[in-house]
């Protein structure tokens, strides 16, 4: 509440996995919230195959420590949302096994002290059918999954529209209004019927994922485009997730298995599947599970992910005071939701003054311009 005792009003701009995920933590403490959403098909929520996997993708330093923290916290998330939707969320203990071709790459991986080591047999054991080339690996049991795709982000709206989120679909932020400091008074905003208007707020969370330089032009966000596809496996054919280089296999309860990605850093926005990139991930599930190139494809797809320089998101106040950053979450974005969406959500619903110290010390390993180079 303000010190005038009404709700504040929070513009969330932006209708994907963290749009979402941070209007429902606010609106669960109580604020009142506008989610602004352009095309809800392009976020990368609904593109992601849906890790939670911060060992497997064997991350190191701040970025590990956020998503070791984002972990532990998505059980009780996942309750959350089901709980305000009704709705199953698809998360799975799956499990992710990393496999190597040799013992000495097993042991270089950054995060090898955090997996269970496997040896040739193990491996062979932990995933039937794995091709014989893979000679050594890990297994993250802590690793899991969820199914964002059909049900996480479905469920997310459920749960915001049963809190009295409200949303401007189809709308696209065109500017950001300032008032005579500096401050954030409100943004311009282009309704699906081709109306500007002007809508007012004192604060705001950026959530535009790879478009976010396209609102606030100092962002060092970039879009690193990656192309994925499904196929309808057996039923328990694969039990864990597979982290191969470059390719990984995703599969869900019913057999569903999603296969990922390629990690394309200079297609910029350009639309559709290519060639080369759908090769890449057939040679991929070859090399990893032969048997699995025989399974029928069922989709294709792409999308593109918010890259930071140093592939950390960018959380906390941004350049314009009153508009809050949660973007940049790059390969880490499902993972990532959990944490984000409550340090943003109690960072806007609270003083500054009542933010845990350790929620002030992640504010600061993940702000805006800590890129900036000092000469
Ligand atoms: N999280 C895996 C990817 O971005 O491909």
Avoid at 43 to 68: C, N, T
Avoid at 151 to 180: P, W, Y
Avoid at 219 to 243: C, N
Wanted: include cysteine; hydrophobic fraction near 40%.
């Amino acid at each position: 509440m303000t010190e005038a005792g009404h709700t504040p009003t929070v513009l969330v701009l932006g209708g994907g996995l963290m749009g979402l995920s941070i209007a429902h933590q606010l609106a669960r403490r109580g604020c009142d919230v506008h989610v602004i959403s352009r095309r809800r098909s392009e976020a990368a929520g609904f593109v992601a195959a849906g890790m939670l996997a911060p060992h497997a993708e064997g991350l190191s330093g701040p970025l590990l420590a956020l998503g070791r923290q984002s972990l532990s916290l998505i059980p009780r998330w996942v309750g959350q949302i089901e709980a305000d939707s009704g709705l199953s969320c698809g998360l799975r203990t799956s499990g992710i096994v990393v496999p190597f071709r040799t013992v000495k790459e097993r042991d270089a991986y950054p995060t090898a002290s955090l997996g269970q080591y496997l040896d040739a047999d193990q491996l062979a054991r932990e995933v039937d059918g794995l091709a014989p080339t893979w000679t050594a690996g890990l297994l993250f049991e802590q690793d899991g999954q969820i199914d964002n795709r059909r049900r996480l982000m479905r469920a997310l709206e459920r749960a915001c529209v049963s809190l009295g989120v409200q949303f401007l679909e189809g709308s696209e932020v065109q500017d950001l209004l300032k008032d005579s400091v500096g401050h954030l008074k409100g943004v311009m905003v282009q309704t699906a019927e081709g109306v500007i208007q002007d809508l007012p707020c004192h604060q705001a969370v950026l959530c535009s994922g790879a478009w976010s330089q396209q609102l606030v032009p100092q962002l060092p966000v970039t879009p690193v485009k990656g192309q994925m596809l499904s196929l309808q496996g057996p039923r328990d054919a694969l039990k864990r997730v597979i982290f191969g280089p470059g390719t990984y296999l995703v599969p869900r309860e019913d057999g569903l298995v999603v296969v990922g990605a390629t990690s394309e850093r200079n297609a910029g926005f350009r639309d559709g599947l290519t060639p080369d990139g759908q090769s890449q991930l057939q040679a991929g599930i070859a090399s990893l599970l032969p048997a699995a190139s025989q399974w029928p494809p069922m989709e294709r797809w792409w999308g593109f992910r918010p890259c930071t320089p140093d592939e950390g998101p960018l959380l906390g106040e941004g350049p314009i005071p009153g508009l809050w950053l949660a973007t940049g979450h790059h390969r880490n974005g499902v993972l990532l939701a959990a944490i984000t969406s409550q340090l943003i959500s109690a960072a806007l619903s609270t003083t500054n003054q009542t933010i845990s110290q350790q929620e002030k010390h992640l504010f600061g390993l993940f702000r805006w311009d800590r890129f900036k180079t000092t000469i």
